[in-house]
């Protein structure tokens, strides 16, 4: 059994002849919260969406709970029963009830009963306050209730893992803060979270450790502390000064 | 009912055209008791018209269902599959298959020792399922590919394997785009059922001919056997808008 929650060794990622990921190295431990920032294609998103294979890396090592994912065919199944996802554009289903959005992995993937299902199911929606929300269809919501929705989808599958890719970035501004306090909590409770985001304040409240990446690299990490108040390299001082003008 | 939609439909041809040196409408005029057992020997064809154009259709979605599934494949020898038998069976035209089909395969099936006839029945639906088959896969193709890719990525990370996803999160939604075009493509199955009458399948255009030969009015049967194929797409598309409302109600969940 490893140390880590997630351990990616030299990986290297490409597009066609494109090159989106270079020797990416970064370790999770259980219950650290790492937040992930950096330009537009600077390959953040790439990196958590090939820890859990819907991307797949050419060389280098992913290991989640010390399974390696690309090492054989019942790997990466076995890899995203523990390793929950957030999407941007939240990727609710239009044509299921929020209920059902919620209970379709535990029944289908888990082969819960309907009534465990939806009574679990509840459990989330309360978490992630919308309880009243439950027979509505997705397209009936706000963005940051569909987004909470998304969450608590997630959480359904009882992951060791949550992975956020920018998931306030679709929002409206007066919904980000919705999002945000309710992966504040989940932070708090001990959640193991990689968060991509361009929010720093976030950043500064829940971070254990940031990694700032640049062209495909992972161009500095460290505690938030250091990161913010002294950057060492070029480029990340730049990309800070730019995002915390406003 | 069917004596008045008939005579309806005979008044507005013949007020429309020209002289009664022309027009001889005694031959289906249902008023009268020749009139009425020709029309009812060419209604009677519709039976046959419809049953063999919806086992058709349904073999043709299953079948089109199967060949559409590798186009959508990571891999490129599943998709080179697809596409051979897309293009091969659409570049089919109707009548030669139907020949092979009802003329040729018996041939193949004899010299592999087996004795299996090949029915006017069955040989236009086999016929008529096969060559639809390759426009339904291409239906099901775009309507498969225009849902989102974060559909797939979505159930995939809640732990849904291939055909759980496709049954669960994108068939329920790609159905909606697939049903008009695959309404349209029955149409035209039953407007191509009509070529199983030159294998002597007793359908509607069968029994015209039939009527015409015994007759000598081709005018007027085939005058009527138009309408009954109007009557009878009307039926279908009547049916689909109703489907199409029921179905359009539920995605936006009000």
Known sequence: MSQYAIEMIDVDKWFADFQALKRINLTVAPGERVVVCGPSGSGKSTVVRCINQLEQHQSGTIRVNGVDVGSEAGATAAVRAEVGMVFQQFNLFPHLSVMQNLTLGPMKARGLSRADAEERARKYLDRVRIPEQADKRPGQLSGGQQQRVAIARSLCMEPKVLLFDEPTSALDPEMISEVLDVMVELAEEGMTMVVVTHEMGFARKVADKMVFMDDGEIVEHGPPQQFFEAPKSRRCQKFLSQILQH | ?254
């Open chain 2, 1 to 254: 009912m069917i004596r008045i939609a008939v005579l309806f439909s005979m008044l507005v041809l013949v007020t429309g055209c020209s002289s009664s040196a022309t027009w001889g409408w005694y031959v289906i005029n249902p008023m009268t008791p020749q009139g009425w057992v020709n029309v009812r020997f060419l209604i009677n064809g519709m039976g046959n018209t419809i049953l063999i154009s919806v086992i058709a259709a349904v073999i043709s979605i299953c079948l089109g269902l199967v060949v559409a599934l590798p186009a959508l494949a990571e891999r490129r020898w599943l998709r080179i599959i697809n596409r051979i038998y897309v293009e091969f069976v659409r570049s089919i035209p109707l009548l030669p298959m139907l020949f092979w089909v009802f003329y040729g395969l018996p041939i193949i099936f004899k010299s592999m020792g087996l004795n299996i006839p090949i029915e006017p029945f069955w040989g236009a639906i086999i016929t008529l399922a096969i060559s639809d088959s390759a426009f339904t896969a291409e239906i099901f193709r775009g309507g498969i590919q225009s849902i989102a890719r974060g559909q797939t990525e979505a159930a995939q990370t809640v732990g849904l394997n291939y055909f759980q996803t496709m049954r669960y999160v994108i068939m329920p939604q790609a159905i909606r785009r697939i049903l008009p075009p695959l309404a349209n493509q029955f149409i035209y199955i039953v407007k191509m059922s009509a070529f199983a009458s030159v294998i002597g399948m007793q359908e509607l255009t069968r029994r015209a001919n039939e009527l015409v030969v015994t007759e000598y009015r081709p005018l007027e049967i085939y005058s009527l056997l138009i309408v009954e194929y109007l009557v009878l797409v009307l039926i279908i598309s009547a049916g689909v808008r109703w489907l199409e409302r029921r179905m359009g109600s539920d995605e936006r969940g009000r």
